[in-house]
């Protein structure tokens, strides 16, 4: 399409071309007959221009004027039209890519839309002129109504638009879609506008609620999504849509309810899956929800198979549901269910052939769903108690997984070691029969021979048990006797369980204590036993021992002797796990003696409370007592556990450990073990007693040796940096060295910080809270991105008041003058303490960091210290609110816990229910105990079931569980039913137990119940 050469306006785009305009000036002939002459040998061949064929030179674009030969074309006309306008070419834009969002999906009209989102890129367009590309937002709704808003994005890329929904302006209810074009580049998200919502006849405002059954999806699966309301208008259906992070429409569609519930499911497809946070919107009439859920990357585990039980502890009868996913997808997998270890209490006294006979076993396939995933459920009552495995398998790949079933899985707690050995007792007498009894994980070598469990035992001192044999010569039976080890070997049955069979005799064991140590597949346990001879007198001369060998909180170590030197008393120490010792006697009667010692009730009472800053001391953990005469010493020793009945005393003569597995770089290296400490004497008299403990590579190169003093209980204890600059990614070796005596220990490394990369160095600053105030310390930290070493970071504390002049080249604020950080590295952390002045002005403050690559901040803030009632000041209080619980049963956990790492106990429980208008009186509260004795309630055998508010008191004192608690009632029938329930004594809280609040009404009645649990820290 063409246009005339000297088109003045846009209204001559009806005009013919030159040559049928009767108006032209002898000016203009001149002008064109110029313009044909220079290009007419370039673009004409001889003759074309002065045929009648229609051609003529003509503007490219209408009204394009650039001054060169390319605004022109020699073309056939097309009177009455027009040649376009000039193009807009963006450079490189096929790359970009824009985003768009709203603040929310649904709206109510004089609301404010907030249209925010990114590009991936900035491009500029290079015509008609090298500019940046604008972002265009039209907004199209209905009733034709039309909206363009240009923006460009910002420095980071962003762009955000406001938009109001004023009728004014026409906006009217109904669908608006949003639409973003940045180059060629479109994103959209869709929005609605409707009136306010209304209030029901009722005076209740009608809600809806929507969920979806998972928080986090994988392209392949289904969201089932649920919505309920409070209010089912008849003949209306629920319109539900979903939109993905781009803004686009995946899903709608129109809902119905049952029973008041609607559902829907949402296949989150294979092909091309958008990522991130996807909306579910839904609109009822005038309600109106939104949720969101993500869609992740569908990140294949390292393992070919990843295995997995909904819990490890089952009793009999529960459901046991076995889940897992394959790498690779097959029709089905082999499954194997596997009996490893009958229970211990079932195993001690049965034999291998009872075993072998009632070992459960289980083959059978398990299929894959369409994302690989797959479970299988088998009931536990056809299980007994034991421990089993479970293997799913193909073959490509095999994973395995292991889970118990016990009486009582909610008290149950596993033994540290898996593999265990024991006796029968404790004590045994010369001539008695020893029965070793242990289990194993079993396991299979390469030739398919069973692995045998080597027993050794030991006396106290550490030394093997040792025999006078013969040898043997070429096969034959020597004469010369030669001194043997004396030791012990079972094969373990399927499930693990071995016994061994052996007599005291009086040649090898003397009374004493003796150390059992089994070994299997290179890993080895240990157990203790003590032998006496009730006919040797001679060797009878103290003798004692405690009635158990491990014990709980709250519980009596009773220790019995007898004693045959004619002494009238012992001396008795007790040595604590921490070292610290306790000391006292027992006077002698009749040759014998007790002592008793109480444990206490919870864990920490041994700590020393004027020291409220120090590590404080558990109770758990292995005690000795020593109990000396004028002439020996016993030692014997018992465990403070948290499961008694579960777990063993184990003795070892040398123990070592580290206080993580894995560390990462710049953390600090807690290494700590025991010993029985032995009386080391030379030609001067007793030697100095210490233990050698080293830290080397895998490679046995040696990074740290020293030499560590013993505490009175025998424990050490050594703490060491592991700088960048020598500890690389990998599993390091400490072994500890007392008295030939050698202990082994691993711990692994993880080197979070890149020594070479393209990155820009910074500077991360951190501070351990937000707010302060005057008086308060400031904890500073900081790290670099790379492992560099500085000589100078200057840093200052200013006032963030920008309404302050600019303070030059001086500092103001809190820093005073510059600090180095730099001298205060430590492990790859810069920490530094800035202790705030007591009469520092409130306000925002930045911590400054300057360095030779850059400048880096930190804010803060001071506010007033909050003043603390004296009333409330002791003890501390932490709440938990509990809100809008429409369930007819709440189970209310009343448990000492930790809470924002501090150990709290309950103290009081407040709660109230809110009903409709007119539903009060049908609609009511009952609190009962776990013994099932009601609290609140409207049954004549509740204590409390009035309002306790009377012209003396607002509350009742009543007992429950036999401890005095006040009670606060508002009474049945109101609106708003609450209650306050707190111990009597204002020292006491409430003991563990869990509380049930029913609320008695009917399935269609509505009500809210909100609750509240006061904690009070404890030391």
Request: proline content about 3%; glycine content about 6%; overall charge neutral.
């Amino acid at each position: 399409m063409a246009s005339c050469i000297n088109r003045r306006n846009k209204k001559d785009a009806d005009n013919s071309c030159w040559y049928n305009n009767k108006i032209w000036t002898v000016f203009s002939l001149l002008v064109y007959k110029l313009v044909v002459c220079r290009y007419l040998r370039k673009s004409t061949t001889k003759g074309q221009i002065w045929k009648n064929n229609f051609s003529s030179w003509q503007r490219n674009y209408d009204g394009l004027d650039t001054d060169t030969s390319n605004d022109w074309a020699f073309r056939t006309s097309s009177a009455g039209s027009s040649n376009g306008k000039p193009e807009t070419k963006s450079i490189d834009n096929e790359k970009a890519i824009v985003f768009v969002n709203a603040d929310k999906r649904s709206y109510i009209f004089d609301e404010t839309v907030l249209i925010t989102g990114n590009v991936s890129k900035r491009i500029f367009q290079e015509k008609p002129s090298v500019s940046e590309q604008q972002l265009v937002i039209t907004i199209d709704g209905p009733d034709k109504f039309y909206k363009t808003i240009t923006l460009y994005p910002d420095l980071n890329l962003k762009f955000k638009a406001p938009f109001k929904l004023d009728k004014a302006q026409g906006v009217t209810a109904g669908t608006y879609d949003v639409s973003v074009t940045y180059g060629v580049a479109q994103a959209s998200v869709l929005i609605s506008a409707d009136a306010k919502q209304v209030v029901t006849s009722n005076g209740e405002i009608s809600e809806l609620s929507i969920t979806a059954d998972k928080d986090t999806y994988i392209p392949g699966q289904t969201v089932l999504v649920s919505a309920s309301t409070t209010k089912v208008i008849p003949l209306e259906g629920l319109k539900l849509s979903v939109y993905d992070p781009k803004g686009s429409q995946i899903y709608t569609g129109k809902l119905y309810p049952t029973k008041d519930t609607f559902s829907a499911n949402v296949f989150m497809t294979t092909v091309k899956p958008v990522y991130g946070t996807y909306q579910i919107v839904a609109d009822y009439a005038t309600q109106h929800s939104e949720t969101i859920f993500e869609l992740v990357q569908d990140v294949k585990d390292t393992e070919k198979i990843v295995l997995a039980t909904d819990k490890k502890y089952y009793a009999l009868g529960d459901s046991i549901a076995i889940s897992g996913r394959s790498n690779k997808y097959v029709a089905a997998l082999d499954l194997e269910i596997l009996q490893t270890s009958i229970s211990q209490q079932l195993g001690k006294h049965a034999t291998s052939q009872e075993t072998n006979k009632n070992v459960f076993k289980l083959a059978d396939q398990v299929r894959l769903e369409k994302d690989s995933t797959f479970e299988y459920k088998v009931s536990s009552s056809s299980l007994s108690l034991g421990d089993y495995r479970v293997t799913v398998s193909k073959e490509f790949g095999k994973s395995v997984t292991y889970f118990k079933i016990v009486e009582d899985p909610t008290a149950y707690s596993e033994t540290k070691d898996e593999n265990f050995v024991s006796t029968e007792k404790a004590t045994y007498d010369i001539g008695g029969k020893l029965v070793i009894i242990g289990h194993v994980i079993p396991k299979i070598r390469s030739t398919f021979e069973a692995i045998p469990v080597y027993v050794e035992i030991k006396n106290e001192d550490g030394k093997p048990i040792t025999f006078i044999g013969q040898g043997k010569t070429a096969g034959k039976p020597s004469t010369n006797p030669q001194i043997k080890t004396y030791s012990l070997s079972a094969v373990p049955d399927i499930s693990g369980n071995y016994q061994i069979d052996a007599t005291i005799t009086k040649s090898l064991f003397l009374p004493g204590n003796y150390v059992i140590t089994a070994k299997y597949a290179g890993k080895q346990t240990s157990a203790t036993f003590t032998v006496t001879d009730s006919l040797d007198i001679y060797n009878k001369k103290l003798v004692v021992s405690t009635d158990k060998t491990v014990y709980g909180l709250g519980q009596t170590v009773n220790l019995d002797g007898t004693i045959t030197t004619g002494q009238s008393a012992v001396q008795i120490v007790l040595t604590k796990p921490d070292g610290k010792t306790m000391s006292g006697g027992s006077k002698v009667d009749n040759n014998k003696f007790s002592w008793t010692w109480q444990i206490p009730q919870k864990d920490f009472a041994l700590a020393d409370i004027r020291d409220q800053r120090g590590e404080k001391s558990t109770v758990f953990g292995t005690y000795k007592i020593s109990i000396m005469t004028s002439s020996e010493t016993k030692e014997v020793f018992f465990k403070v556990s948290e499961d008694p009945a579960n777990d063993t005393l184990s003795i070892k003569p040398l123990e070592i450990t580290t206080d993580k597995p894995v560390y990462n770089t710049g953390e600090k290296l807690t290494i700590s073990g025991s010993a029985i400490k032995r009386q080391q004497t030379t030609s001067e008299g007793a030697a100095l007693d210490r233990v050698k403990v080293q830290v080397k590579t895998s490679t046995n190169k040696l990074i740290f040796d020293s030499s560590l003093d013993f505490d009175n209980g025998g424990n050490f204890k050594t703490t060491y940096d592991l700088p960048v600059t020598i500890f690389k990614d990998g599993t390091y070796k400490v072994t500890a060295t007392y008295q030939k005596i050698k202990a082994e220990t691993t711990f692994e490394m993880k080197n979070n910080i890149p020594k070479h990369n393209d990155e820009k160095l910074t500077l991360s600053l951190n501070t351990d809270k937000e707010e302060y105030s005057p008086g308060d310390t400031v904890h500073i930290s900081g790290s670099l991105n790379k492992v560099i070493f500085l000589d100078q970071l200057n840093l200052v504390i200013l006032s963030e008041d920008k309404t302050k002049i600019n303070c030059g080249t001086s500092y103001c604020g809190l820093g005073g003058k510059p600090i180095n950080l730099a001298k205060y590295y430590d492990s790859g952390l810069y920490k530094y303490d800035y202790a705030i002045s007591p009469s520092a002005s409130l306000g925002n403050y930045v911590i400054k960091v300057e360095a030779q690559f850059g400048t880096f901040t930190k804010t803060f803030k001071i506010v007033e210290k909050k003043a603390i009632p004296l009333d409330m000041a002791e003890p501390q209080k932490i709440s938990e609110k509990f809100n809008r619980i429409t369930d007819s049963s709440i189970s209310i956990s009343l448990m000492e816990k930790t809470i924002q790492d501090q150990t709290v106990s309950p103290r009081t429980l407040q709660g109230s229910l809110v009903v409709k208008r007119g539903a009060e009186s049908k609609i009511n509260i009952q609190i009962s105990t776990e013994s099932g004795q009601c609290i609140i309630g409207q049954s004549s055998d509740c204590l409390v079931s009035k309002s306790t508010t009377t012209s003396n008191s607002d509350y009742s004192v009543v007992q429950i569980d036999d401890a005095g608690f006040k009670i606060q009632y508002s009474g049945p029938g109101a609106v708003l039913e609450k209650f306050t329930i707190m111990p009597e004594s204002d020292l006491s809280v409430i003991q563990n137990s869990v509380w049930t609040v029913d609320i008695i009404k009917e399935e269609n009645q509505y009500s809210k119940f909100y609750y509240e649990v006061t904690y009070n820290i404890t030391q």
